[in-house]
């Protein structure tokens, strides 16, 4: 049991702790209700650079988060491919100008049960996050929906491309309820990487894309529910079995990604991930192919990082207000 609990801590290494830190929203939170769908004017700060610029931001646009790989949060940066970790959603601005995301993210608490068929999460969710006023200025009204840009290295945001965008916002209405429904249900928090008690003894780690009536972690919560509800699907946004194990063994960053000596059971050091695969013989196995819900039905498999939902082609940049 002592090393099925190390390899989910693993796990959360592998595709929770890029999206960890903020506090649970309140069930209260009336989000249609509560936010207009107001320009929003979020500072923004590309990769490698600290010059904050200001980006407009309206409903439904992408918010984009990670770390510097110098930073002391190196291991989040070298372990969850690419230079994104956490993603989340504008919604809007309420009447007092307090801008709004909404978000899948982890406690730092956070609790877990593991079972024959995976692993169950505690202290996470989805949850309201308040981004302040424009500019980032102004002290969030209430803590508990409240949570610093600032412990992000850096950030960025992307919009839907204006065809996909105009699809997204038909279902506008449809989009907000459920997302209400998902605050008031506290819709779970659930794993990419599928761990059980019989892990240990067969060293697979299934990969897993939910539904969005099953759960989601940070990024598949964003995009199951835009291509249920409205039907939008994104290109090109999934990492698969073989591509993740090639970015532990043979990509520079990924290379240099680690299991932390608190989570190391046989000894008291860091142990390399590419190590786990090699010397430990774990392996990971692709999810079953599916057929998306839109009009291409197209066929996909692998599981959905941060950083390539930047980089796909579905999404534009926003370009930074006065530039």
């Known amino acids: 049991m002592h090393k099925t609990v190390t390899l989910l801590r693993l796990s959360f290494l592998l595709f929770l702790i890029g999206c960890n ?6 069930v209260t939170f009336d989000i249609a209700k509560k936010t207009k769908n107001e320009i929003y004017y979020f500072p923004a700060k590309q990769y490698g650079s600290s010059i904050v610029v200001y980006q407009p931001l309206k409903r439904f646009d992408l918010i984009f988060t990670g770390y510097d790989l110098n930073s002391s949060s190196k291991h989040v940066s070298t372990v969850v491919p690419g230079k994104y970790t956490h993603v989340l959603s504008y919604i809007g601005k309420d009447t007092n100008g307090f801008a709004y995301a909404v978000e899948m993210n982890t406690d730092e608490n956070n609790t877990f049960t593991i079972a024959m068929d995976g692993v169950e999460v505690g202290g996470s969710g989805f949850h309201v996050f308040c981004l302040g006023k424009n500019y980032g200025k102004g002290i969030c009204p209430n803590c508990a929906y409240s949570n610093s840009m600032d412990n992000y290295d850096y950030r960025w945001s992307k919009r839907l491309q204006p065809e996909l965008e ?4 038909h279902y506008e209405d449809q989009l907000l309820t459920v997302m209400q429904k998902d605050l008031g249900e506290q819709y779970p928090f659930k794993l990419p990487l599928n761990f059980s008690i019989t892990t240990p003894l067969t060293k697979a780690i299934p990969l897993v894309e939910y ?9 598949s919560y964003f995009v199951s529910l835009y291509e249920e509800v409205a039907k939008v699907c994104f290109d090109d946004i999934r990492i698969n079995a073989e591509e993740l194990t090639s970015y532990y063994l043979t990509n520079p960053v990924g290379r ?6 608190k989570y190391n059971p046989s000894s008291n050091k860091d142990i390399l991930i590419a190590e786990i695969i090699t010397k430990k013989g774990y392996f990971f196995v692709n999810n079953p192919p599916r057929r998306m819900q839109c009009s291409d039905s197209e066929i996909a498999t692998g599981i959905p990082t941060p950083d390539l939902l930047f980089n796909s082609k579905s999404l534009v940049d926003i370009k930074p207000f006065g530039m």
């Open 21 to 26: 830190g903020g506090e649970q929203g309140s």
């Open 166 to 169: 105009k699809k997204l916002l």
């Open 211 to 219: 539904t969005h009536k099953d759960g989601s972690d940070c990024v």
């Open 256 to 261: 240099e990604a680690f299991l932390p000596a």
